[in-house]
């Protein structure tokens, strides 16, 4: 599986943005994905993951401003980003797993390159 991400770019505090991720291959429907995000000199971390169906879980820090949605058709996930902060920048990516969904970034086999948001204040 291959994964691309986009949407990144330069906003201001309050703005709003939605990233996305192209998966190749088959099956999609069938796999975890998650988005994490790694900001300046900090570790990977986890914002949030679907699996099959509607179910979602998300970072506490991200609850109420983010969601994410995926199309099984178009092999897309989303994530729509609301009253974004300067603490939301950083390169986010989007990963994939056909394990089931986690919040630990080594159980994802499959990294996209990451796409950075930067939120000025």
């Known amino acids: 599986v291959q994964l691309q991400a986009s949407g990144g770019g330069l906003v201001q505090a309050g703005d709003s943005l939605t990233l996305s991720c192209v998966a190749s291959?088959?099956?999609?429907?069938?796999?975890?994905m998650a988005w994490f995000r790694q900001a300046p000199e900090q570790e990977r971390e986890f914002v949030a993951c679907?699996?099959?169906?509607?179910?979602?879980h998300y970072h506490d820090s991200v609850k109420g401003r983010f969601i994410m949605s995926r199309d099984n058709g178009k092999n897309t996930v989303y994530l729509r980003m609301d009253s974004l902060g300067p603490e939301d920048t950083g390169v986010y990516f989007c990963?994939?797993?056909?394990?089931?969904?986690?919040?630990?970034?080594?159980?994802?086999?499959?990294w996209g390159q990451g796409t950075l948001v930067t939120v000025s204040s």
């Open positions: 990963a994939a797993d056909r394990s089931g969904p986690s919040m630990l970034a080594p159980a994802y086999d499959f």
């Open positions: 291959g088959s099956d999609f429907k069938n796999y975890a």
């Open positions: 679907s699996w099959s169906g509607e179910w979602t």
